[in-house]
Each structure stands twice: as C-alpha cells, then as structure tokens.
C-alpha cells in the first residue's frame, strides 16, 4: 500500500469512510436544493436571460448597437472572449497536467475545475459567434465544401486557427471530463432508487455507459484518463498561444509583440486559477464539502496564483523594456499611452490587481485564509479581464495615424452582454452542482487511506 | 371509414345486452352525442382520410413556407420604344452649367439610364457644394407644384391670377420689383428688360447673400467699373492675402486653386510666395508661408500702412508685416487682396496693386467676373419702397432674403406691404412661407441657360432630366407672365442659333469681349484715406466665416454636404464659435472629450450690438487670432427641409461683423468631429521640407526608415518576409497624392461619396466615430512641441508626448487625404478568417462584400484606419432617414456600385468599377488602355491635380514619373506594407 509522509497535510479531513464521501457527494443530486441555491440560481438566470435578449437585439440591430466605433473595431466583445478562455485553462491544467504529475490534491477539485472549463469556453464560443456583423453566415469560418466557386477559408488568418483551437479544446475538454465522470454517474444510478425516481435512475443509467466497476472497466478507465491528460497537456498550451496570435500576428503597435504566446498562457492559468477559486470556496460552503476542499487546497492554488501573477507582472515590465529597447516610436508611444493616456486607469487597475495584490500571497495568513483568498481571486479576475481591455482598447485606440485617434466606451448592449455571459456560466455551473458529482469521489477514495486526516493519525500511531 | 365505427356506452352495449335495449326505450334516453359532432360539415361522410389530412397540412405547410421564402420582386420595366441615346448600363454624359447665385460651375452631368448621377468639372472647378448639388436635385423636401397661399395648385391658375394681378398693377400704375441673386445669364436679362417693356415700372434688384460691395464700389470708383476683377495667381511671385480666402470662397474663384498650385510646383524651383494676413483661420490661410494674425479692426490700418510704406510714403511699417512690404517691393509681379468689404479699404488694395503694376499683369479688370455684383444700396432702397408701400408686387429668384439678410424682420415686415409676392423658390423656404404665390423653379439638372460667369466666356446649361415634379424654371415663368408664348428652350436656341449643336456639346464656348472702357482717374491718391492702426483693445472681435461645406447655406437640406466635414475643425453637422485658446482660457471657455472621444463644449451668448444669438457652441480653433471670434454662416436654416432643419446657428444677422460680448452660459455642446486629434505627435506622417532645401536635395525631408541588418543599415522593403506578388506583367494602378498640391477643398471627398455611394450616418454616429467616408482629408496642427525641443528641454517623453497633443497657437496646416493605400503586403488581407479581402493582380486590394462575415478583424489590422464597417442598415431603415432613405433620394445611387448591407465592412475600391468598364471598353475596340484614361473619380475631380492616378507600369504615365521622384514616399514605409497609394512631401516656400 501507498505511503504518504507525515509531514504532509491531509487532503481530507475529518474521520471519514468510503461511504461517508459517496454519501456527501451524492448529497447535492439527490437531496433538495437550500435557499442559497436558489436565490443565486435566480439571480444568474435573469442575468442569461439579460443576454439572451441584448444578443437578439444586437443580432436585431447590428452591431452598432455596441460602442465600438471606426477605429476600435474590437473592445468588449474580444475581452470578454479571451478572458473566458483564460479562465478555462486552470480546469485543463488542473485535471490533465497534475494528473500526469500525479498530484493528488487535484482529485478533491478536478471535476468542477473542468466544468469551469467547459461553461467558460461555451462562453468564450459565444463571442466570435455575436462580435460578427452577419453572425447568421458563421459557417463561412468552416472548411465546408461548398457550392460558391472556389471559395475556401483563408488558413493564414488567426481566428481561423482560433476556430481550430477552440473547437479542439472544447471536445477534448468535454471528452475527458465526461470519462471522469462515468463511475460517478454509476455511483449515483447504483443509489437510486428505480421506484422514487425512475426517470432519474434511467437517466443515470444512460449516462454511466454501463460501467459495472470491474476490473477491466477500471484499467480502461485508467488508460483513457492517462491518454486523455496526455492529449489535453499541450492544449493548455496550444489555446491561449494561438489566441495571443490574433494580436501577436497583427501591426498593430503593443498588439506585435513575440512575447504574447507565453504570456497569455501564463496569464490564463493564473485568472483560470482565480476563478477556479472563486467557485470552490462558494461551493464548498453551499454543499458543505469542507472535509475535501481544505485550506491546504486553497493554499496550494495561491501558490500557483503567485508565480503565475509574479511571471504575468515579468511579462508586463518586459514588454515596457521591449518596447523602450525597440526604439520604435510608435511601439514606445503605445505603451507609454497605456500607462499614462487617456486608460491610465485601465492600465493602473491591471498592474495592481495583477501584478501588486497577488504579492500579498508570501504572507501566511492571507494564503491560508478562505476569505482573503476569495476577496484576492476577485481581484485577480478584475485584473485579467482589464489586461485584455488594456491589450485590445488602449492599442486600438491611438495607433499610427493620429488622426484617427479615439476612444472606446461601452453601450449599455456591451454591459448587458458582458453581464449576461457571467450570468450564464453561474446558470450552467448551478445547474451542474444539483445534478452532476461534483468531486470526482472514485478518485478521491483511492487517496482516503492515505491522505485522510483520521489515516494518517493512525498509520502515524502505528509507526510509533 | 367514420360511418362505419360503432360508438358504444359500455360492455353491455357492445355485447347487445337486452337490458340495453329495454332501457332504450325509456323516454329520456342518454344517447352518445356522436350525431351532432358529425352533423356539422357532413363529416360523418366526408372521405378525407387522415393521410389525405397530413398530405394538405404537408403541402399547405410547405407552399407557406415556399411563398415566404420569394425574394421581393422589383419590377423592371423596359423600354418600348428604347430612346437612341440610351444604352441601359452605359453612361451618357453632358456639358451643363451649375450656378445657384453663389456658386458657378461648368460641369459634365453623368447620367445612367436618363438619370443624372454625378457632376464632374468641365474646364472648371467644381467644389464640393456644385458636386453635391446632384443630391439637391433629388430632393424630396423641393416643392412639387405651384402654391396659392401654401396651398397646392397649377400652372393655369396660378399664371391666370398672376397676369390678371400684373396687368391690374400695370394699369394702376403700379411698380413691380424683381429681387435676385447676382444674374449671370444674358437671357434672363433680356427677358427682365422684355418683361419691364410690358408692365412698364419694373425694378431689378440683385443681392448676393454675402457682399461683395466694397470691392464693387471700390473698383467702380477707381477704373469706372462695378466688377470684381479676375486674378491670376500663377504668375504672381508673391500673393498678399488680407482675410481673402481665394481658395475656399471667393468670388470667381473657380480656377484660382489650380492656378495657385500651378504657380507653386517646385519642380520649376521656383514658388509663389503665400502671406495671409487674417483673423480666422481660413482654407487659404492654412495653406499660405507665412500667416499672421490679425484682429479684423486692425485690417485697414495695416493696409493703409502697407500702401504708404510701398509708395515710400512712409518708412515706418508694422513688424507684422514688414517682410510682407519688402517681399512686395522686391517682387516682379505680385497680387494682393482683401476680404474687407469697405469700398475704402478696397481701393487702397487697388491703389497698392496698381502702384505694384499687377493690373493686366496678374489682376485682370478687363476680363472681369461677373459673379456677385450685388448691391445692398438698391436692396436698401427696395425695403425702404416696399416699407413705404410703393411696391405693388415683389418676385424673388435664387434668393432667401429673409434668411440672408441681417435683419429680415424688417424685410418680412416690408414683404407684408407689398399686394403681390411671388417666390421662384425651389423650396417652402424662410422667405418663401410668407408669400402668395410660390412658382417653383425646376433645378439647374432640370433646366436650361446660358451664362456669362467672366467676360468672354459663355456656358450653356441642358436639363439632364424631365422635371421629377411639376416645376418650371423661371425663365419659363417670366417669358409666360411677359405674355410671350415662346418657350425658353427655344428662345434660347434662338439666341445661339448658330453651331448651336457644338455649343451645347462642349458646354461652353468664347463670346466677344466686352470692351470696357476703364476710367482714368486723374489724381488716385485723393481716392486713398489714410486709416490709423487702432489701438489694441480688448474687445473681443466677431467676424463670419463660410465653410466649404454648405457655403451660403442655400443647400443645407443636402446631408453630403452636412456630414462633409469642415477642413480645418473636421465638425460636420455643425457651425460654432470658433475661438483662440487664449481667448477661451480668459473667458473660462472649455472643450473637452467624453468618454468615447467625441468633443464637447461649452456654451455662450454672443451679443453684437443690440443682436443676441443665444447658446452658441464654442469651439477652440488653433489658428484663430487672439480676442477674435468667428463663426460659419449658412447654418440655422428653419425651413431647409428635414436634413438642414434646426442645424447650427443663423449668424447673418452679425454678417457685418463688429465687437461682440461673449457670455458663458449654463450647458454643454455635443460635436461631431471626425478627427479628434490634430497633431502629428512627431511622427513622419506628413513630410515635409522648404523650397530652398528642395532645390539643394529633391529628397531633402523625404527620410526613410532604415533598420540595422547584418549587412548594415536597409529600408524595410529591403528585408522583407512577404512573398511578392508579380506586379511587373500587366497594369499596376498607383495613385500619387502631392502634399504640395492639396489644399484641402474635399471636392475629392463629395466625388466619391456621389460616385460610391457611401452613405450618410447623421451626427450621433460621426459623434460615436462611425462615419463611413471612404476618403478623408487628415488635417494636421503643427505643435511647439516637437523632438528637437524635448531634446533641447531635456523633458521627459511623457511631458513631451502630452505637449505634442496641443497645436501650436498660429499652426502651420498639413491636409493628407488618406484612403485605402491598397497596399501590396496587405495586413487586412492575411487576416480575414474568410478570404473576403483579396489581393489583385493588378496591384488593387479587392473587398468582397458578400463573402464578409464581419470580424472587423481587417479594420484592426488597418495601419491606416481606412476601412468602414456598417455598423447598421444605412439604407431603407428610418433611423437613418437621409437619401437612401428616400424614394427620391434613392435616384442617385450610382448603378455601378454596390449598396452595402448592415455587418460587412467597405472601403475604398480605387473606383475598381470604372477600371474595368475602361478594360471592357478597350478590349471591345481591340486596343490598349490610352495613357491618363484611367481615372478614379478622386483624382478626376482634384482642381489642382495634387492626385494622379495610373498604371505605374506604364513607363510613359505620368505616375510612373511621380513613383520615381525624389519626393515620393509611402505612409509609414517602415511597415513594408508596400502601398499603391504614395504620397510627395509638402514643401513650403518660407526660409
């Protein structure tokens, strides 16, 4: 049997069995809803429903209805897009790389981190769908046969090889979050009863794929996880390097720049991480699964928070040195502007939620505290949806000629989109919570024996 | 099938159970009501089976949906009998005039399909305003019948009633007063003399809507003539210009722009020199060397000073000029010229040309114009008769009084005295409204004419069209009420009957010089008064200034020129205050930028003399002289139509001009601007160099970037990653744009939105930064901040960049018109997801508009800011109700180009269609395109041929030429986009 030093922190707390954690897992799907469920389900249901509506009427109207003008062609719309794919990276990161690093404090949080993941980069989809002028023509983006002529899509264009990337990321990640989830699903159809809730069991049923738990079902599963993490690791790294490419490809001054593949990803882990905290600290409360997402948990993603936060900030004052060492005088206006023009705030909220505020994680106390973490996550998530507005808006705004020159502000369809996407991942990750395990417990059973507090105390007795 | 089931209660029934039956026989039997569902329609024994049922809801569904799914029909209808001249999808075109009493213009009329289109210059100018005025002819806000008192009516009636009136004044011996604009036309002087010889007491009465009186005056009393002289700025070495803006509005300055320009080509190593002396900053200003900044009131002085310093009466000379006196005493030829309209001040500018000898040498008063011979002592006069109630009946032509005068009050309330009004007027018009009788002129696209805009030149005018509504234009009107049964048309023909063909072909032809006998005055200096430099004070002074855009203001229901933004302030859809930023600190006046960029600013109350014109937008104008304020008359119209309506402010009632007290007042103006920026933050965006530097090195100021190599110092051009595309076998189009050239007029900018269709947004968008013009003339301020200063100053980057942006108080002014430079490495092309953006062998870069998802991904890329996306449905939707809106206003599309629809994106095509109708036409002759046959409408309608556009592989084009001086350059060619647009340095002539 596996052995776990002592001086490590147990990933599980309290005296618990194989049966309790089923039982907590369980919970959520087959109990009701408390009031806390409800009332934030209300609240991000009505926020959908705000987006439903502003995109009909942007799709209505135009996309004049947003604040865009002739020379910032893109604001909003692409901050939101890219930000959303950055917060799917930690799920990604989460379930795919530590898996292969076979860090085992993941198991406790992979399952939501992913479908953060998913909801994220649905969000994400929405906005090169709705940024379009003539959305209802979207499948000209796809290398469809088709009857006009010669016509083909343009392969050295980088949204189509966003459209790549994205399509790619997103079955991948749904692909293997879902073979994560099918002894979970077998769990929850093996408890239900066929008599109180029949359509239910059927549908459990229908989900597990007939996993029956023998042995051969679980090397498999095993392989596919381990193939799966294998496929999904680069694409941690692929995504958010061939967004960045949208900008990095372009003339357009602080858009040109080399360094942008490794500095989105970087930046992508550390909002996705931010995110991922955000959700887990709410959710661990909501369904009370304070025993399997401890403070050691959070303490483990701050760390990351503030080496990816200290890597984004390197990247932040290179691409000033750059743009000073370049001797360009438009690369040098430009950042010179985002500092100090008309964004200097812009600027100023993403150097210090990003760079300043993550600082605070050298200290103790604020790393393991769930409240400052979540007060923190927040502000990292400010931060990084500013980064891309600081990226798209502020280089857009004053490029080459001036006398295009001028600025951006949002309409209020901008807002309510925005809004609304929030909205509509909290709907989709409420949704979620009620009726999917969300810990992957099958995996967490395996760490119980070693990592759970009460098994450790003993093997600790036994040693002595 | 449905008779044939059996309905049954319960078991019993159905095993015919006798206790069924014995209770049937009960006297309320409770029956199934099975009958009385089917009795209704006969269904019981209907035969439609429940497949027949699916077929129909299938087939009725399907045909539904198969008729909503029909595109709308639009109907052709052809021709029955095809008229010669009318090949549908070929252009007609025809020699024409333009002239609405303010501006002239011989023109070509394109029509399509026997509509006219598109107004392109014939052996002269045409500014934007004579460009723009095919969209005034389309209309739909001019009158479409005669009015008796507001009220529809017809010819007949309306003639009937008005001879009668006519006749009743004529026996009662009555006086009948024609009030005008300044009448060009032999004709309609003959038929005012014929019309006089049949009611007798005839008065004529001509007013321009801005004066020209002191230089008339001025002229009548030095050479006994009351005409504006022509000048000739090609010849003159140096221009003095007090306040005359030459190029922008003048009178007869129809060729002047491209005599200046042609008398200011370095290539001659040799240029005019160019001061302006003015208070606001006027188009010609922002072209001159040198200008200086004057308050109006210090005008007449320094004039007077100027003239006794050149005839040596006196050597003392302001410094402000006193280079300009030197320059003037050295120079062999020179012109110089007022604004002023003060007959004394006139005629000292006449007394310092005539002592510099410039009469007949680059000022012609022999070949005179006759445009704007207005006179305000005989409208005085008029009003006074009309006060008196000696007037009987008042007919107006090309003329709002009411709205051009300073104080139309008083001619409303003299209108009211007079028994027969009669307005010519196109539309229900300030003046108009007030009179009895309106009579609706048709436009000048609908009409004949001759005229004689200078002497010895006479222009034909040829309708284009049949009148779009039941108009008829006044000439008609005047033979009709002299009682001459003749029409106009062939009156006309009669007067030019001979080669009358040829005549009406070219357009225009010479006629015989008016002799004028010029009056030799004895002893001029008595003509002269000596003005004093006034004291400098503190009052702050107003004058008027006129936009290029809607000049008099008599097409302000025309929403080109609306949103054509001014050259210098880049406002559309506007006039205001414009202000020194010296001024406006003092006064506590502020402009600003809201949060989406567009400007705001501050309101006040202009007082002039005991008029007040209330909350007035200001604008801070660099340029304008300090403790001066100006602002754009043609504004404030009441009754344009819905595009002129209520936009701006009506200034002619301070058209004189004088001190004003300015008030800020409580709340905030919006502006839309379509340029926010106006420095050139020290970039190489514009370069440019001075005539003496030129003569040393043709490429001085022209710096290309170079970057460090391995093998040393190279262009960007030289270590490029593009694959290149092959550009040396076929045609190449290039277009050249002289920086020394442009003057900023935005002809070119009307000619493409008329020819390409490009369509009119209104203010809120240009406020959001939105609009849609293809082209646009970049204007650029000079800033006391640059490089070399920081350098000097040692300050900071940041400090120098937040200098940069504020233009110099007296700037110097750069105009750059910036379309898509069609560039060879395109960055738009590589990134369109969908390949909607292409790159032609022909060195063109194509945009496919039906392939166009949207992405704006190409705008972004635009290093230039070039291209336009359609935010929204410009055409046939009511939030935008301008002329593709309109039925009417629909007429002038251009057939050859596209209407873009909502969500794809536009821009310049190098006006690809006209390429490939000139491709279509040489192949169908079997011959090669001809050199200069090529023309994109820019280029064709740039007075001064600052663009030249051709095939540059063509060795012997002149572009070809253009693309290997020395002065050549393309817009940040640090890039290595490779534009097909290139750009030569401005060169100035100061040392």
């Known amino acids: ?464 | 099938m449905i008779e044939n089931k059996k309905y049954w209660k319960g078991i019993a029934q159905l095993n015919d159970d006798p206790v069924v039956k014995k209770l049937e026989e009960n006297e309320f039997v409770d029956k199934l009501p099975i009958d009385k569902l089917f009795e209704e329609n006969d269904l019981s024994t209907g035969n439609t089976s429940r497949r027949d049922f699916l077929k129909f809801l299938g087939f009725t569904t399907a045909a539904a949906s198969l008729a909503a799914c029909e595109a709308p029909i639009n109907k052709v209808i052809p021709y029955v009998n095809k008229p010669e001249e009318i090949v549908p999808g070929v252009a007609n075109y025809y020699a024409s005039t333009i002239y609405d009493g303010h501006d002239f213009a011989s023109v070509l009329v394109k029509t399509r399909e026997g509509r006219p289109i598109k107004i392109e210059s014939n052996n002269t100018c045409a500014n934007a305003r004579v460009q723009s005025s095919v969209l005034s002819l389309y209309d739909s806000s001019r009158l479409r019948s005669p009015m008796i008192s507001k009220v529809e009516s017809n010819w007949d009636s309306v003639d009937k009633d008005i001879i009668k009136k006519l006749d009743e004044i004529k026996e009662n011996g009555g006086k009948i007063a024609i009030l005008t604009s300044t009448i060009i036309s032999p004709t309609i002087y003959n038929l005012i003399d014929n019309f006089k010889n049949k009611y007798g007491n005839v008065v004529h009465v001509q007013k321009d809507s801005v004066s020209s009186d002191g230089i008339l005056d001025a002229n009548l009393d030095y050479f006994g003539i009351r005409k504006i002289p022509t000048y000739n700025f090609e010849k003159a070495e140096i221009i003095v210009s007090f306040g005359a803006d030459f190029l922008g509005n003048f009178p007869g300055n129809t060729d002047y722009a491209k005599q200046y320009v042609e008398g200011r080509n370095p290539k001659n190593k040799k240029m005019s020199k160019h001061y302006q002396v003015e208070s606001n900053l006027t188009l010609t200003g922002s072209n001159a060397d040198h200008r200086i900044q004057i308050k109006p009131s210090e005008q007449a002085g320094l004039l007077s000073q100027l003239y006794r310093y050149i005839t040596k009466k006196s050597t003392t000379i302001d410094s402000r000029i006193s280079t300009i006196g030197k320059s003037l005493l050295e120079s062999n030829s020179s012109i110089v010229l007022c604004n002023s309209n003060n007959k004394e001040v006139q005629l000292i500018v006449n007394a310092i040309n005539d002592y510099l000898k410039n009469y007949d040498r680059t000022i012609s008063i022999r070949n005179h114009t006759n445009l704007q011979q207005g006179n305000d002592q005989d409208l005085q006069n008029l009003i006074y008769e009309m006060q008196a109630g000696q007037i009987d009946a008042l007919i107006t032509y090309n003329i709002n009084p009411s709205y051009i005068l300073p104080d139309s009050d008083n001619f409303n309330k003299a209108m009211s005295n007079v028994g027969l009004t009669i307005s010519t007027s196109k539309y229900m018009d300030e003046t108009s409204i007030n009179m009895d009788y309106i009579c609706p002129d048709s436009h000048n696209l609908e009409s004949w004419g001759d005229f004689v805009p200078y002497n010895g030149v006479c222009t034909l005018m040829q309708p284009t069209i049949n009148p779009l509504f039941n108009t008829r234009q006044f000439q008609d009107s005047l033979l009709k009420w002299s009682q001459n049964s003749i029409s106009y048309n062939d009156y006309l023909k009669d007067t030019y009957k001979n080669d009358w063909e040829n005549k009406l072909h070219d357009g225009y032809f010479d006629v015989e010089l008016e002799k004028v006998p010029l009056k030799q005055v004895k002893n001029k200096d008595l003509l002269i008064k000596n003005f004093p430099i006034k004291k400098n004070s503190n009052n702050i002074e107003f004058c008027v200034s006129e936009k290029i855009s809607l000049g008099d203001g008599s097409q302000a229901n025309n929403p080109w020129l609306q949103e054509l933004p001014d050259p210098l302030s880049r406002a559309t859809w506007d006039n205001y205050l414009t202000i020194s930023e010296i001024t406006a600190k003092e006064l506590g006046l502020r402009n600003w930028n809201v949060s989406n960029g567009a400007l705001n600013g501050d309101i006040v109350d202009l007082t002039l003399g005991d008029v007040t014109i209330n909350n007035v937008p200001v604008m801070i104008q660099p340029g304008q002289a300090i403790g001066t304020v100006s602002m754009a008359i043609g504004y404030g119209r009441t009754n344009a139509g819905k595009c002129g309506n209520g936009v701006g402010l009506n200034v002619y009632p301070l058209i004189n001009g004088g001190e004003v007290v300015i008030e800020k007042v409580e709340g905030v103006h919006e502006f839309a601007a379509t340029q926010l920026h106006h420095t050139m933050m020290g970039r190489n965006i514009v370069k440019e160099t001075t005539l003496d530097e030129y003569i040393k090195n043709p490429a001085s100021g022209n710096d290309h970037d170079k970057f460090l190599t391995h093998e040393g110092k190279k262009r960007a051009n030289e270590v490029s990653l593009w694959n290149k595309h092959d550009h040396e076998t076929g045609h190449h189009w290039n277009l050249s744009i002289d920086l020394t050239a442009c003057i900023g007029c935005a002809s070119c900018v009307i000619s493409c939105h008329a020819e390409n269709n490009v369509p009119v947004v209104g203010k809120e968008e240009i406020r959001k930064s939105r609009d849609m013009h293809w082209l646009r003339i970049d204007r650029y301020f000079s800033s006391d901040m640059t490089k070399e200063v920081a350098k000097d100053q040692n300050a900071s980057a940041i400090d120098m960049y937040s200098k940069m942006e504020d233009p110099s108080v007296n700037p110097e002014v750069v105009f750059q018109p910036v379309m898509c430079m069609h560039c060879n490495n395109a960055p738009c092309e590589t990134v369109c997801p969908v390949a909607a953006t292409t790159h032609s062998a022909e060195g063109l870069n194509h945009m496919t508009y039906n392939r166009c998802v949207g992405t704006r991904y190409c705008l972004n890329n635009c290093p230039y800011k070039v291209r336009r996306f359609n935010w929204f449905q410009y055409s046939d939707n009511d939030a935008f109700d301008f002329n593709m809106n309109d039925d009417y206003g629909k007429m002038v599309l251009n057939p050859d180009v596209v209407v873009r629809s909502r969500g794809v994106m536009e821009k310049c095509t190098m006006c690809l269609h006209k390429i490939q109708e000139l491709k279509l036409t040489a192949k169908r002759e079997g011959r090669k395109i001809k050199d200069e046959e090529a023309q994109t409408v820019c280029a064709s309608a740039c007075e001064t041929n600052a663009l030249v556009f051709g095939d540059v592989n063509d060795k012997n084009h002149t572009v070809h030429k253009l693309r290997k001086d020395e002065r050549s350059y393309d817009l940040l060619d640090h890039l290595n986009v490779a534009p097909s647009v290139f750009y030569q340095t401005k060169i100035r002539n100061k040392s």
């Open chain 1, 1 to 464: 049997m596996q052995k776990e030093a002592e001086i490590r922190d147990p990933l599980i707390i309290g005296n618990k069995t194989y049966h309790d954690i089923t039982v907590d897992v369980a919970r959520p799907v087959e109990g009701k809803a408390n009031k806390q469920w409800w009332i934030l389900f209300a609240l991000s249901f009505s926020m959908f429903l705000w987006l439903v509506l502003a995109i009909a009427y942007t799709i209505g109207v135009g996309i004049g209805s947003w604040g865009l003008n002739k020379t910032v062609g893109w604001a909003w719309d692409i901050t939101n897009f890219v930000w959303w794919i950055g917060i799917g990276h930690a799920g990604t990161l989460i379930s795919a790389v530590l898996l292969l690093f076979r860090q085992k404090w993941r198991m406790s949080i992979n399952r939501s981190a992913e479908a953060m993941t998913i909801f994220g980069v649905a969000q994400a989809a929405l906005f090169p769908l709705i940024h379009m002028g003539r959305p209802w023509l979207m499948y000209y983006v796809f290398p469809i046969p088709n009857q006009f002529g010669s016509l083909w899509v343009n392969f050295n264009s980088p949204l189509l090889w966003d459209v790549f990337a994205i399509s790619t990321y997103f079955s991948v990640s749904v692909v293997f979050w879902y073979i994560g989830l099918i002894p979970d699903f077998a769990m929850i159809r093996d408890r239900m009863s066929s008599k109180i809730a029949p359509m239910k069991k059927k549908l459990y049923t229908l989900m597990s794929f007939g996993w029956s738990g023998r042995a051969k079902h679980w090397q498999r599963f095993e392989e596919v996880s381990l193939v799966l993490a294998g496929l999904a690791t680069p694409l941690v790294f692929s995504v958010h390097s061939i967004v960045s490419m949208d900008f990095a490809t372009s003339v357009i001054p602080g858009w040109h720049t080399t360094i942008f593949p490794p500095y989105f990803v970087l930046g992508a882990l550390f909002s996705g991480f931010a995110m991922v905290e955000t959700l887990l600290i709410i959710m661990r409360k909501v369904l009370h699964l304070e025993a399997y997402i401890t403070i050691k948990h959070i303490e483990y993603m701050n760390v990351i928070i503030l080496l990816t936060g200290s890597l984004v900030g390197c990247a932040y004052i290179t691409e000033l040195f750059m743009a000073w060492y370049s001797g360009v005088e438009f690369e040098q206006y430009a950042f010179l502007n985002r500092a100090t023009g008309p964004y200097w705030w812009a600027y100023a909220s993403m150097m210090s939620c990003n760079v300043l505020i993550p600082q605070l994680y050298w200290i103790n106390s604020i790393r393991t505290s769930f409240i400052a973490t979540f007060i923190l996550s927040i502000f990292v998530n400010i931060g990084m949806w500013f980064e891309r507005f600081v990226i798209i808006v502020t280089s857009l705004h004053r490029d080459y000629l001036p006398s295009s020159w001028t600025m951006f502000s949002p309409s209020f369809i901008d807002i309510a989109i925005f809004l609304g996407t929030i909205g509509f991942f909290f709907t989709l990750f409420l949704l979620y919570s009620r009726t999917f395990p969300v810990i992957a417990q099958a995996e967490l059973k395996t760490i119980l024996k070693t990592s759970g507090s009460e098994y450790k105390k003993k093997l600790n007795k036994n040693n002595e």
